[in-house]
């Protein structure tokens, strides 16, 4: 067949663009394999499903939302997060873990235990979605991650701190919902509490029962739970309450006591009135958790299994924010160089 001399010129031109196309498929340059890295990186998205309370919680929800904020930040991913709402069962849990993943959302975080059962029927339906639970290690599946946390630890030395700037010698715990998580928490302040200053009185008490969750976002009755220990002489409470411990710290306000926070640096998001009664926090690395695993997923290191993080791993610590209170962190950080090297073995049941 013979082509009129324009269309012959053009035949040729776009066959060798074909074969340059090859070739450069195979170049040893690298820019076809940095195409497809942008290529992959762009693909990814990132959601984020939140515990009650949600973002603004100042607590737990905040410290997801701030590595979630920092991941989608410097890798420049597409990111979307859906709120919890009170009184709600695993099958809206299910649901918001759906809308995700239909969406092409596919690195998922689950912030907190109570998307375990949700995670376990929605997890295998998406298996090429990747997803990350925290506070819970039940879900095993190839495409899941899960980050545990030594929060025992962390509550020993805020109960320590809490025994030794006491002067009443009870101290108290107001934990936002009676399970086996937050127990840990009171087990810990318990310990730490006796270790400091044997003898001394620890008042407990919770906001909620299960299956009732309302306890992690109820200021109001984190308020009255605290304003009755502090009635009943406390003088310190250790507050492991979600959203609730804005309560707590409203009645260490109201009654010229003082308060300990958890999770995140509250003293540093607290509101102006309550944050002379702010002892310090017991802290919880939710944010590295969050921000490492969409990084493992982001640079293709994804591994599924439990990653548990506690003084020795840097994923729990404590902060001190009153002067008046600093003068223990020596002692304090005796406790936990102790609890790294294995010479103080911290409870992490009741």
Same mark, same amino acid.
């Given at each position: 067949?013979?082509?009129?001399?324009?269309?012959?010129?053009?035949?040729?031109?776009?066959?060798?663009?074909? %074969?340059?196309?090859?070739?450069?498929?195979?170049?040893?340059?690298?820019?076809?394999?940095?195409?497809?890295?942008?290529?992959?990186?762009?693909?990814?998205?990132?959601?984020?499903?939140?515990?009650?309370?949600?973002?603004?919680?100042?607590?737990?929800? !905040?410290?997801?939302?701030?590595?979630?904020?920092?991941?989608?930040?410097?890798?420049?991913?597409?990111?979307?997060?859906?709120?919890?709402?009170?009184?709600?069962?695993?099958?809206?849990?299910?649901?918001?873990?759906?809308?995700?993943?239909?969406?092409?959302?596919?690195?998922?975080?689950?912030?907190?235990?109570?998307?375990?059962?949700?995670?376990?029927?929605?997890?295998?339906?998406?298996?090429?979605?990747?997803?990350?639970?925290?506070?819970?290690?039940?879900?095993?599946?190839?495409?899941?991650?899960?980050?545990?946390?030594?929060?025992?630890?962390?509550?020993?030395?805020?109960?320590?701190?809490?025994?030794?700037?006491?002067?009443?010698?009870?101290?108290?715990?107001?934990?936002?919902?009676?399970?086996?998580?937050?127990?840990?928490?009171?087990?810990?302040?318990?310990?730490?509490?006796?270790?400091?200053?044997?003898?001394?009185?620890?008042?407990?008490?919770?906001?909620?029962?299960?299956?009732?969750?309302?306890?992690?976002? %109820?200021? !109001?009755?984190?308020?009255?739970?605290?304003?009755?220990?502090?009635?009943?002489?406390?003088?310190?409470?250790?507050?492991?309450?979600?959203?609730?411990?804005?309560?707590?710290?409203?009645?260490?306000?109201?009654?010229?006591?003082?308060?300990?926070?958890?999770?995140?640096?509250?003293?540093?998001?607290?509101?102006?009135?309550?944050?002379?009664?702010?002892?310090?926090?017991?802290?919880?690395?939710?944010?590295?958790?969050?921000?490492?695993?969409?990084?493992?997923?982001?640079?293709?290191?994804?591994?599924?299994?439990?990653?548990?993080?506690?003084?020795?791993?840097?994923?729990?610590?404590?902060?001190?924010?009153?002067?008046?209170?600093?003068?223990?962190?020596?002692?304090?950080?005796?406790?936990?160089?102790?609890?790294?090297?294995?010479?103080?073995?911290?409870?992490?049941?009741?």
């Amino acid at each position: 067949m013979r082509y009129p001399r324009g269309m012959k010129f053009a035949a040729m031109a776009a066959v060798l663009a074909m %074969a340059l196309t090859a070739c450069g498929g195979s170049d040893d340059d690298g820019d076809s394999t940095s195409s497809d890295s942008s290529a992959s990186a762009q693909t990814l998205k990132i959601g984020l499903a939140y515990d009650i309370g949600g973002r603004g919680d100042k607590s737990f929800n !905040d410290a997801a939302a701030a590595g979630f904020d920092k991941a989608a930040k410097e890798f420049k991913l597409e990111n979307k997060e859906l709120a919890a709402k009170d009184g709600e069962v695993d099958a809206d849990k299910e649901a918001r873990l759906k809308e995700l993943a239909d969406a092409g959302y596919n690195t998922i975080v689950a912030v907190g235990f109570a998307y375990a059962n949700a995670l376990k029927a929605v997890a295998p339906d998406y298996p090429d979605t990747k997803f990350e639970i925290i506070d819970d290690n039940s879900v095993t599946a190839e495409n899941v991650s899960s980050y545990t946390f030594k929060e025992n630890e962390s509550a020993f030395l805020v109960g320590a701190l809490a025994a030794l700037g006491s002067k009443t010698g009870t101290v108290g715990f107001v934990g936002g919902v009676n399970n086996p998580l937050i127990q840990k928490f009171e087990a810990g302040f318990k310990a730490g509490a006796e270790a400091a200053k044997p003898g001394t009185k620890v008042l407990s008490t919770y906001i909620s029962q299960p299956p009732d969750f309302s306890g992690f976002a %109820a200021p !109001d009755k984190g308020k009255v739970a605290a304003t009755g220990l502090y009635e009943r002489g406390a003088d310190v409470i250790y507050a492991a309450a979600g959203l609730s411990n804005n309560g707590v710290f409203e009645a260490a306000a109201a009654g010229k006591k003082w308060a300990i926070g958890t999770d995140s640096d509250q003293f540093q998001t607290a509101a102006a009135a309550v944050k002379p009664y702010i002892i310090g926090s017991a802290l919880k690395g939710v944010d590295t958790a969050v921000y490492d695993f969409i990084k493992s997923v982001e640079g293709d290191q994804f591994k599924a299994g439990n990653t548990v993080l506690g003084l020795k791993e840097n994923g729990v610590g404590y902060v001190i924010n009153n002067e008046q209170f600093k003068t223990y962190a020596t002692q304090i950080d005796k406790f936990k160089a102790d609890i790294i090297a294995g010479t103080v073995t911290v409870p992490d049941k009741l």
